[in-house]
């Protein structure tokens, strides 16, 4: 339902774009989210859109490094990574709210309803 793709391994600076395909099922979200998870630490929030006016949201970590973007036609949503630090290697999964959130709703994992598999994201110092 959720396809995310993009990850890979990238030097201290360099960038990375990941992808997420919605289905017909999930496109009737109304929150797209990217989220990150480190081996041994809980999943954190990076950043979210929502499909109807573009309204987005960013954790603190990544605000001015990072830009979500969607494209409706295609059903995409993308995370635009740039300035990468090793403290952005993680697993990367995007996920969909089906729900009306509002803004400060964005941020909480447990108000998002379905979860793509995850692409691991790589950088070395």
């Known amino acids: 339902q959720l396809q995310a793709s993009g990850g890979g391994l990238v030097q201290a600076g360099g960038s990375l774009r990941l992808s997420c395909a919605a289905s017909?099922?999930?496109?009737?979200?109304?929150?797209m989210g990217w989220f990150r998870q480190a081996p041994g630490e809980e999943r954190e929030f990076i950043s979210a859109?929502?499909?109807?006016?573009?309204?987005?949201a960013y954790a603190a970590s990544v605000k001015g490094r990072f830009t979500i973007s969607k494209d409706n036609a295609k059903k995409m949503v993308y995370l635009q990574m740039n300035s990468l630090k090793p403290e952005d290697t993680a697993v990367y999964y995007c996920?969909?709210?089906?729900?009306?959130?509002?803004?400060?709703?964005?941020?909480?994992?447990?108000?998002?309803?379905?979860w793509g598999q995850g692409t691991q994201v790589t950088v070395s110092s």
């Open positions: 996920a969909v709210s089906t729900r009306s959130l509002i803004f400060s709703e964005f941020f909480k994992r447990s108000n998002y309803d379905y």
């Open positions: 859109i929502r499909w109807s006016g573009g309204t987005t």
């Open positions: 017909e099922r999930t496109f009737s979200s109304r929150v």
